[in-house]
């Protein structure tokens, strides 16, 4: 019999279980724990590695679902060694992610972020919270993938203006900017960069220091590996940076985030971006028409669901 693997969190392993009575379909926390033998398809989450290793442990392995965007944890080229189709979803969430967006602008631009982290080090720094309308500052958006769409569509209402640095992947209509004018006009910067070896790291010193004179409000909403986090730290606890929301936020980086004692106008969230009951519904929903697609008599396709 075909088996199913869900990873904790990344489906409703029980609305799988009534879609498919005649599928075994076993939800498990972790890779580390051992999995059927039979497993032909496998469901997870972010913040999941899935490399050769892993893959190890699923012989009979035809498909894997990952139910949101982002698949730099997982090891494509083996996949596709292997035969092993990847389906996923990388539209449901992004509008939700825009959202976060907004709030984070909003609420770096009024310095809450700053104001409670003082209170709760039994400081009041009523001053220090002198915050700027978010309508008149430019924002400047690095990456125009679906997050990168959504983080335009949430903040163009509510800012100066809008502008993508330029890609030639970009969709064509987009109002663009060089990268170099995007980081001298802009006030505003959302990243929304996908993880390759191109961009981890990208935002760093170098960006930092062409940013400066602007001391502009950082926004990540792709993956934490496209910024130096410490060297970001340092430029908002120097005053280079106004304003820091970090939102894909795992436990691996956990320790980056602590040992300051100092009130800092820094919003960090555990990649909640998409975590909204509706987008967990919608991709609930498609889980379970691809996995019944895919397991349509017990046979595993080739083809199926969105890759």
């Known amino acids: 019999m075909t088996a199913v693997v869900v990873l904790r969190g990344a489906a409703d392993a029980r609305a799988i279980r009534r879609a498919l009575p005649d599928v075994l379909v076993q939800e498990l926390p972790d890779l580390d724990s051992p999995p ?66 907004l709030a984070a602008a909003l609420a770096l631009a009024r310095r809450i972020p700053l104001g409670q982290h003082a209170l709760l080090l039994g400081r009041h720094e009523k001053q220090a919270c002198m915050g ?18 959504a983080a335009d569509w949430a ?11 330029a890609w030639p992947s970009n969709p064509p209509g987009l109002r663009e900017l060089s990268p170099r004018a995007l980081m001298e006009q802009s006030q505003v910067h959302v990243i929304a960069l996908p993880l390759r070896p191109t961009t981890e790291q990208l935002i760093g010193e170098d960006f930092l220091a062409r940013v400066a004179p602007q001391r502009p409000l950082l926004i990540c909403a792709g993956r934490l590996e496209t910024l130096d986090v410490a060297a970001c730290l340092q430029a ?72």
Not at 89 to 97: I, K, L, P, R
């Open 36 to 101: 059927p033998v039979d497993t032909a398809v496998l469901v997870l989450r972010s913040g999941v590695r899935l490399g050769e290793r892993e893959l190890d442990a699923f012989p009979r392995l035809r498909h894997v679902v990952r139910t949101g965007s982002g698949i730099d944890h997982i090891d494509v080229s083996a996949l596709r060694h292997r035969g092993i189709t990847l389906h996923r979803n990388a539209e449901a969430g992004a509008g939700a992610v825009g959202e976060w967006v």
């Open 236 to 307: 908002l606890a120097d005053g280079r940076l106004s304003g820091l929301a970090l939102d894909p936020v795992e436990r691996k980086h956990l320790p980056l985030l602590t040992g300051s004692t100092a009130p800092l106008n820094l919003l960090a969230s555990p990649h909640i971006g998409a975590q909204r009951s509706d987008v967990r519904g919608a991709l609930d929903r498609w889980a379970i028409d691809l996995l019944m697609e895919i397991t349509v008599d017990d046979k595993i396709l080739i083809e199926g669901g969105l890759r």
């Open 132 to 149: 700027a309308s978010l309508s008149t500052l430019p924002a400047g958006i690095w990456g125009a993938g679906p997050v990168g769409l």
């Open 155 to 165: 903040l163009a209402p509510y800012v100066g203006r809008t502008a993508f640095a």
